[in-house]
């Protein structure tokens, strides 16, 4: 007979979460709803050559079951406490009166006291300060959720543009960590882990 072994502790208490919509100058963040599949997989299909290097999950082709599946398991883990993903809006002349541009996540896998922070963008929306923003305003309110004390951003050694993001924001090089096998083709399989000073 095999032991189920415990629940790993949650950062957050019970009944405790981010808000659920978040404006920053021209864009805001917001919890994904089923009908964000659509512009998630177009977003995602048209930004495959910078996402696929980093983003293990981006292979082709691109399936929007996936996106819809992603959504759902996020309504899941959002009501458990165990991630906050939020697509990015900006207005603009989509369906809903916003542009898909990205994806930012706070996620409870760093054990407890932490969060931590992932993201991507669709490549034109890239360099305008976007995910800068987002994770600076991201880290600002998970700092501010009880039990949380550092906040980290991790990467792949080679993924220059997603260092510069902790970088920009004042986070430091806490630790470099050897993987056994990358995880995306773009990667070496050393990782940085930033955080919050
Ligand atoms: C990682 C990623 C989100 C970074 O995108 P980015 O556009 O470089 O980041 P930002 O949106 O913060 O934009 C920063 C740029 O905008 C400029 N900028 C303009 N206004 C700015 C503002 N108000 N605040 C900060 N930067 C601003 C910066 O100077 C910087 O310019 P540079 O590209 O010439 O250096 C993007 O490259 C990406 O999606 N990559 C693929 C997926 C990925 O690797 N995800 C991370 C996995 S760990």
Not at 3 to 10: A, E, L, N, S, Y
Not at 107 to 117: F, K, N, Q
Not at 125 to 133: E, L, N, P, Q, V
Not at 136 to 156: F, N
Request: charged share 25%.
């Amino acid at each position: 007979m095999t032991d189920t072994p415990p629940p790993r502790p949650k950062a957050l208490p019970p009944g405790v979460f981010p808000p659920e919509r978040i404006e920053i100058d021209e864009f805001h963040l917001r919890r994904y709803t089923r009908e964000d599949a659509e512009p998630l997989h177009e977003a995602i299909k048209a930004s495959f050559a910078e996402l696929h290097p980093w983003m293990p999950w981006c292979v082709d082709p691109v399936k929007i079951e996936e996106q819809r599946d992603f959504i759902e398991r996020g309504f899941l883990a959002w009501a458990t406490g165990r991630a906050f993903d939020y697509g990015i809006g900006t207005s603009g002349d989509g369906e809903r009166g916003e542009e898909f541009v990205g994806s930012i996540s706070l996620m409870d896998r760093i054990g407890p006291g932490g969060l931590e922070i992932g993201y991507w963008l669709r490549s034109d929306a890239t360099g305008k300060g976007i995910m800068s923003r987002a994770a600076a305003r991201l880290t600002e309110i998970a700092l501010g959720l009880p039990g949380i004390e550092r906040v980290e951003i991790h990467c792949d050694a080679a993924n220059a543009r997603s260092a510069a993001v902790p970088e920009r924001l004042g986070y430091r090089l806490a630790a470099m960590v050897e993987r056994l096998e990358p995880t995306a083709p773009g990667e070496t399989g050393r990782g940085m882990v930033w955080t919050t000073p």
